[in-house]
């Protein structure tokens, strides 16, 4: 059904995708991995005419296609979703998934009773909880994810692919996604689905195509490969199985607690019965599904959420009053936002600038930037996360999404923080951009940290946390020891009060 041929792409003269070629038969899901920076998502850009400038041929049913733009890849049955959201915040969910596709009136005019009717119906597969008409900014980045693949199943397409959906959707969705690919697939549907997740791509795909530094290295039925052959070929070395399994021995001194907190949040949701400490070099992991108010918490701890709450908080031995960002920061108390685009990066600036934003006020005189200095320190920082980068002056959405995050992480890092507060700081990033950051963790956990880190992975808060405080609808339902617990029971905690 679909051909790649020689296919080469380059940006600003280097080139990230080296002569792929490689097809795919009609009626298949095609897990295409990689590492971050591997050519997946550039490749499938130009598949559906994002990046129409290119070297090499795509055939399609026999026929060679060039799509200009994302419309003529709709128009010839092509379509995707993106692993970053590209949603217009201040339109309604309906206005979102018919967005340039909205049912008229005779006279030309938006018939938005059928709009919002449509929309509804189409929601109601994946259980959404709100109304079509709620504006998309009112959503978590998790049921954004959601409004994203309705949004792209509206197109009545023959290919369609998946960039990372799963990302922030929790296990219940992810299989109920899984059914509605199933279902696609049967009727004659092609899906390529992009993923990190290596228990995803083993569940729901028939052959699985593997590029490296923007090569093809081979395609495979799924019996065919192990998942080590599978990483190997990916990544070329051995991961290990845990961090750590018992707090780190730095300093036993307790840094943060948090005792019987209620917290009123929007939608009449509030975080209640919130009780833990956390001490210096432990590593504390949140669990729940989603709208759980994992992040919610996090938000709130940093000062990101100004609403009234009950309770008592403690930071470094003193009260502690939940402020502002900024004053957060001068404690050095720092959180990594899950939605890196939005909250994270600043598109528009290059690396440079975004690695350095919190930190600018240490090197300026007398309101200046001494920019030798900003230059010598985020180099550093750079060269220690392995930020694969040409210049400190190049802009950041040039990167990938991994290396996008280890810029954000460089940026926190800078502060020497005392508390990290880190929310799905893996999500969307490659095995072995994952690994990076576990070790990352790891290490600053050994010099005297103490990490809060939220993950909708349960194995992966199991590989990365002494003890896992688990929340159900906004309530604090256990808080275990690693060890001694294990997915089914967390799980079953998580879904407590649902």
Avoid at 174 to 200: A, P, V
Avoid at 475 to 496: D, G, N, V
Wanted: aromatic residues 8%; proline residues 4%; neutral net charge.
């Amino acid at each position: 059904m679909l051909e790649f041929h020689q296919i080469t792409k380059s940006f600003s003269g280097v080139e990230v995708l080296h002569q792929i070629s490689f097809s795919v038969k009609s009626g298949k899901i095609i897990a295409l991995v990689g590492e971050n920076g591997a050519g997946k998502s550039t490749l499938m850009k130009i598949l559906c005419g994002i990046f129409p400038d290119h070297d090499g041929q795509i055939f399609y049913n026999g026929q060679e296609i060039r799509p200009r733009n994302p419309r003529e890849a709709e128009h010839l049955g092509i379509a995707m979703i993106h692993q970053e959201l590209n949603l217009v915040p201040d339109l309604t969910i309906g206005e979102n998934i018919f967005l340039g596709k909205e049912p008229l009136q005779p006279l030309g005019r938006v018939d938005f009773n059928r709009l919002y009717a449509d929309s509804d119906q189409i929601l109601q597969e994946f259980q959404f909880p709100y109304s079509p008409k709620i504006k998309v900014r009112n959503l978590t980045v998790g049921w954004k994810q959601m409004v994203e693949i309705a949004k792209a199943l509206q197109v009545q397409a023959r290919i369609l692919i998946m960039d990372e959906p799963t990302s922030a959707l929790s296990e219940h969705e992810i299989q109920t996604m899984f059914e509605k690919m199933r279902y696609l697939k049967n009727q004659g549907k092609t899906i390529i689905f992009i993923s990190h997740r290596l228990r995803e791509v083993y569940d729901i795909s028939d052959e699985i195509v593997i590029l490296r530094d923007g090569r093809y290295v081979g395609k495979y039925l799924k019996p065919e490969i192990s998942r080590e052959q599978l990483i190997n070929l990916m990544i070329g070395h051995e991961l290990s199985s845990r961090i750590s399994d018992e707090q780190n021995d730095t300093d036993s001194a307790e840094i943060f607690s948090v005792k019987d907190l209620t917290v009123r949040l929007t939608q009449g949701m509030e975080l209640a019965g919130i009780d833990f400490t956390i001490c210096r070099g432990e590593i504390l992991g949140i669990a729940g599904l989603l709208g759980a108010g994992r992040t919610e918490l996090l938000k709130f701890l940093f000062g990101e959420m100004k609403t009234s709450y009950k309770g008592k908080i403690t930071f470094s031995g003193k009260s502690w009053v939940p402020h502002s960002a900024r004053e957060s920061i001068r404690q050095r108390m720092v959180y990594l936002s899950e939605d890196r685009q939005t909250e994270g990066i600043f598109p528009h600036h290059h690396i440079q600038f975004n690695g350095t934003l919190t930190y600018l006020e240490n090197l300026s005189r007398f309101g200046f930037v001494q920019e030798s200095r900003e230059r010598a320190i985020i180099d550093t920082k750079f060269d220690e996360l392995r930020v694969k980068r040409r210049t400190l002056r190049q802009p950041i959405l040039t990167l990938s999404g991994g290396n996008q995050q280890k810029v954000l992480l460089s940026r926190i890092l800078l502060v020497n923080p005392l508390l990290l507060l880190l929310d799905e700081p893996t999500r969307g990033i490659d095995v072995g951009a994952k690994e990076e950051i576990y070790q990352l963790i790891e290490r600053l956990s050994q010099q005297g940290a103490a990490i809060i880190v939220t993950s909708s992975e349960i194995p992966e808060l199991l590989r990365m946390a002494q003890r896992i405080l688990v929340l159900s609808n906004g309530q604090q339902t256990a808080l275990l020891t690693a060890r001694q617990t294990s997915p089914p029971e967390i799980l079953q905690y998580a879904f407590k009060r649902i």
